[in-house]
């Protein structure tokens, strides 16, 4: 049946439906009070071809929050995307005070208590979502959060922030080159009640550990939301049967990129 539709779509002079895809997950948030940064969303690539007018589930996941220590409340990991059978974990949250941080797509770095920060899915997974959080500085600063392409790095000082974020992995899908999947970088203790950078949208990019905290405004910064990115010959269209997906499709010399930034549900191609 699959080889007759395909020597079909050769005697219409249509190339084959090839899709290329990204799938990064939701970053964790950044820990309160020198907090570790957050872990990136997981960051996976493959090709698939799928069939005329079959519908393949595509989920993108939230970025985690931020924690704030004089509220008590913890920052929280990202959550997994996922575009038919391929998923990406949600990065690990970063640490705050007696919580720890966690794994992830990749890991959450650790609070300045000290500690190690959490694994990234680096090990045993294929392909490599991500990698781990570094450890805290006692007393002065947090871990970063892993990155899709390194290690988070220690805690080092009393800077804020702390430029010890995992890197993350540079594509070009899109026909320009974008980074996806960084670590956030932990937070540092020279200044007073400065909240995380939040990371990018759309992005995976894991939230910085707020400051020296002594208020209840400073916050740990939110983890940046996943994004699908699917590549595809221009002959043909893709739909969102059902609708649930936030998207959108722009064109690169003979193929069209439809970028999904939201929702859960279905795509389908004809």
Known sequence: MIGNIVASLYDMGLPPLSVEFLVVAGAGGGG?????????????????????GTSYTCTIGAGGTGGNVNLSIAATAGSTSTFNTTSSSGGGLGGQNAVSSSTGGSGGGAHSNGGSGSAGNSGGYSPVEGFAGGAGDPSNSGGGGGGSSAV??????????????????????????????????????????????????????????????NTNACNGGNGGSGVV???????????????????STSSSGADKITTVTAGTGNVSWA
């Open 152 to 213: 988070g790095t220690a805690g080092s000082g009393t800077t804020h922030p702390q430029s010890n974020a995992g890197a993350g992995t540079a594509n070009s899908i899109t026909g320009s080159s974008v980074t996806y999947a960084v670590g956030g970088n932990g937070g540092g203790s020279n200044v007073n009640d400065v909240s995380g950078i939040a990371g990018t949208a759309n992005r995976g990019n894991g939230g910085g550990g707020a400051s020296n905290q």
């Open 229 to 247: 990115i699917l590549k595809y010959p221009s002959a043909y269209t893709i739909s969102n049967p059902g609708g649930g997906l936030t998207l």
């Open 32 to 52: 309160g009070n020198r907090g570790g940064g957050g872990g990136a969303g997981g960051y996976r690539t493959n090709t698939f071809s799928p069939s005329i």
